[in-house]
């Protein structure tokens, strides 16, 4: 098996079809694909529609909502290809991503993960690699302390404004919506950490390749188009404890920090 793609499904069931389709229709040039679907418990009879449009489609149902690096992992372990593909529902492929990104993967052997640029839906640059978080990020990013110079000096910083993204080049980590991953990195860096139920386990998984020597790259010159809604940022800062998102958010960033510390690797 040439890529295994492994989407998580949570009541959002038009996307994954969507996301389906754009992969089934794009140019694998004689690659060997599969594709797993995970549905972390939405009740909204995915499994009956895919084993009727499409019955080559591994489908797994979970009995419970685990979370987007849990949800993720039960596809990951089952999968059987040289090249890992990890898609959120909202995002759509473009006819050559996939050949493309395995093209660059199977050039260069050191690299262990990469991302495609991602465009949102009006054709607009989306910010998809960044520099590691500092204390204060989540903090700049999520309330009117971002506003002034200091705090937009630092996000700045975070999503990585002072580069052409129209470069390849390494990065500290890639937004987990489409991650094109290497099978035998994984299996040396270790699955997504189960303690991030959401966000921060992309950060946490990039992290943990680094330290495994393995590179994590950014390649804008492949594309795909992801309609993405920050919900963790939806809401103004005070309406926290009424948003279940933010609330996620802040626990993961404190669990990243109980794991890591306050001390950063290099940036690359």
Not at 66 to 83: C, D, E, Q, T, V
Not at 95 to 110: A, D, Q, R
Not at 142 to 151: A, S
Not at 210 to 216: A, F
């Amino acid at each position: 098996m040439d890529i295994s793609f492994v989407i998580v499904n949570y009541k959002s069931k038009g996307l994954t079809l969507n996301c389906i389709q754009s992969i089934k229709a794009a140019d694998f040039n004689n690659l060997n694909i599969e594709i797993i679907v995970v549905d972390n418990n939405s009740e909204d009879s995915l499994g009956e529609i895919l084993a009727w449009q499409y019955p080559d489609i591994i489908f797994i149902q979970n009995n419970c909502n685990s979370g987007m690096g849990a949800g993720n992992n039960i596809g990951l372990k089952r999968a059987r290809g040289k090249y890992l593909v990890v898609m959120n529902p909202d995002t759509l492929a473009m006819p050559n991503t996939f050949k493309e990104l395995y093209e660059y993967m199977e050039s260069e052997p050191g690299v262990g993960m990469v991302g495609p640029k991602q465009f949102n839906p009006d054709k607009t640059v989306q910010d998809s690699c960044y520099r590691w978080h500092r204390l204060v990020t989540p903090i700049f990013r999520r309330t009117f302390l971002g506003i002034g110079p200091v705090g937009e000096k630092e996000i700045n910083r975070f999503i990585m404004k002072d580069y052409d993204k129209s470069n390849i080049r390494d990065v500290d980590w890639l937004l987990g919506s489409c991650l094109f991953i290497r099978s035998k990195a994984l299996k040396d860096a270790g699955f997504f950490d189960e303690k991030f139920f959401l966000y921060f386990e992309d950060t946490d998984l990039c992290r943990r390749f680094w330290l495994k020597k393995w590179r994590v790259v950014y390649n804008p010159q492949i594309s795909i188009i992801h309609n993405h809604n920050r919900e963790s940022a939806r809401e103004p800062w005070y309406t926290f404890f009424l948003n279940a998102a933010s609330r996620r958010h802040v626990i993961s960033w404190w669990k990243y920090l109980l794991k890591w510390g306050l001390k950063n690797p290099a940036s690359h």
